[in-house]
């Protein structure tokens, strides 16, 4: 197959191919990898890069012009594979490392991250996703701050946050990260970059976790992007999440109300509608409360002229409901939560 590749390889994809196939591919290509131009280098099959190291001349002139580096099944041997190159990849600026599907014990932990961020190659990266890992804390940042625009930690388990020196960051992303502890959350809270997305989903959060992230003016003036799906809330939370003025998408999905009198106040909901006035996308599925309200606050409100999508699936929400919402078209869609789910778009 390799002799029939063109000289300006763009996207090199290998799916579905051992480790084996992929040695015996890259040393066919070996003769011809001077001319070759990858700008994106993607395993999405099982993977053991320090085997694929055994072609290291021929990944590495990969790594030269690639953009983007995504390797699925990517073990702890990552890091010690990678240790030996020392010249960083000018052109690369993203990096996804995913361990779904890999065995707890044999998934990136702080260590190997720390041994790819030592070894030189990956000091001009962006973007560093780095999902279903076993990753407790961000402490192999230090020295890279400066330079991270894009964190994704979605899938771990982080113990400590160190985002204090962060300049350029604008995405952090943590879902499903167990985030309880109020040292966690006062470490986002004093993050002084200026975020623009930010997703906290499925750690449970309280209406206090929230109260310390909406006390960050920074975060209030600079975030357009919040997801706080699976949270615990009993209070005004409508009212914290008023301060995030500048929101154009929130995805409060799978919300649980302790005390939905207290949520469901209408000044607060009136406020929250009142201030949210940028969003375009507003998502509650899988909620049955708050909703009733909110909508009859949107229905009566001229604010959220720009809101072009909203999804109320598996939420109970029947159309009747809906009858007064006339700029909305809405599609019932069956699912095995709700026998009258709805969603749909502003025309």
């Known amino acids: 197959m390799a002799q029939h590749l063109p000289a300006e390889l763009i996207n090199l994809i290998m799916e579905f191919c051992d480790q084996y196939e992929i040695i015996h591919f890259t040393a066919v290509c070996r003769c011809w990898h001077e001319c070759i131009e990858v700008r ?51 052109n690369l600026k993203i990096v996804k490392l995913y361990g779904q599907e890999l065995p707890s014990q044999e998934r990136l932990n702080s260590e190997g991250v720390a041994a790819l961020f030592n070894c030189g190659a ?57 985030l309880h502890s109020p040292s966690i959350i006062q470490q986002i809270s004093e993050c002084k970059s200026q975020l623009t997305c930010l997703d906290l989903s499925m750690n449970s959060f309280s209406l206090q976790h929230v109260e310390l992230i909406a006390a960050n003016e920074t975060l209030n003036h600079s975030l357009r992007k919040l997801n706080l799906s699976g949270s615990e809330f009993s209070g005004p939370v409508l009212k914290l999440l008023s301060r995030f003025t500048n929101l154009t998408h929130l995805t ?96």
């Open 252 to 347: 409060l999905k799978w919300m649980y109300c302790t005390n939905p009198t207290d949520v469901n106040l209408s000044s607060d909901v009136a406020k929250f509608v009142a201030c949210l006035a940028k969003l375009t996308s507003l998502n509650f599925a899988n909620n049955k409360t708050m909703l009733t309200r909110i909508l009859k606050a949107i229905s009566n409100s001229s604010s959220m002229k720009n809101l072009t999508y909203l999804n109320l699936s598996s939420s109970g929400v029947k159309e009747e409901d809906l009858i007064e919402i006339s700029r909305y078209q809405f599609t019932c869609q069956k699912s095995k939560y709700d026998k009258s789910d709805l969603s749909g778009c502003i025309l």
């Open 40 to 90: 994106q280098l993607k395993f999405s099959s099982r993977l053991m890069i320090d085997r694929w190291m055994e072609c290291r001349r021929w990944f590495n002139t990969c790594l030269s012009s690639s953009h983007s580096l995504v390797c699925g099944y990517t073990s702890n041997r990552v890091g010690v594979a990678l240790q030996k190159i020392t010249k960083p990849f000018e």
């Open 122 to 178: 990956f000091e001009n990266v962006e973007e560093w996703h780095l999902e279903s890992q076993n990753i407790r804390s961000t402490s192999f940042l230090k020295g890279h701050e400066k330079k991270i625009r894009v964190l994704n930690l979605n899938d771990n388990d982080i113990e400590m946050l160190e985002l204090e020196y962060f300049t350029k960051l604008k995405e952090l992303h943590l879902r499903c990260n167990n």
